[in-house]
């Protein structure tokens, strides 16, 4: 049931993200210059690892510029980009799970859960990837309730 509701609470989530206006989806991501990822392509991530994308093969959905480094990331996107954008606009993992707090975060250092893509703060010798694997069990089911409260 627990994981019924959850389920449910992370779908209505999503549905209400991609409803919103382009503008207001945007202001909720992680993004510079209105480009996600710091400009890797968020395909690679499910391939090979993280790529830096390249402007000419950028695409912009609800609002988010996204690059690709290639034409043929580009399409598979544009045809399901729910399936490939980050998880919590972008953010650290860890920080919305346990704090509620929006965290820059280090592109390279990522994890993909449920074939999602979730991304980790990285710098000054503290990776939060390790946090979140010793207890993603729980951060990922705040992280998800506090996230649909933030896009509400």
Known sequence: MKKTLVLCLVLCAGHYLYAQSPAVRAKHFNLKKKMALQGYDPVSYFKNGPKKGLEQHQYTHGGVVYYFANPQNREEFSKAPEQYEPQYGGWCAYAIGATGDKVKIDPET??????????????RGHNTLPEWNKDEENLKPAADRYWSEVVQ
Do not use: A, P
């Open 110 to 123: 990522y994890k993909i859960v449920d074939n999602k893509l979730f991304l980790f703060y990285n710098f």
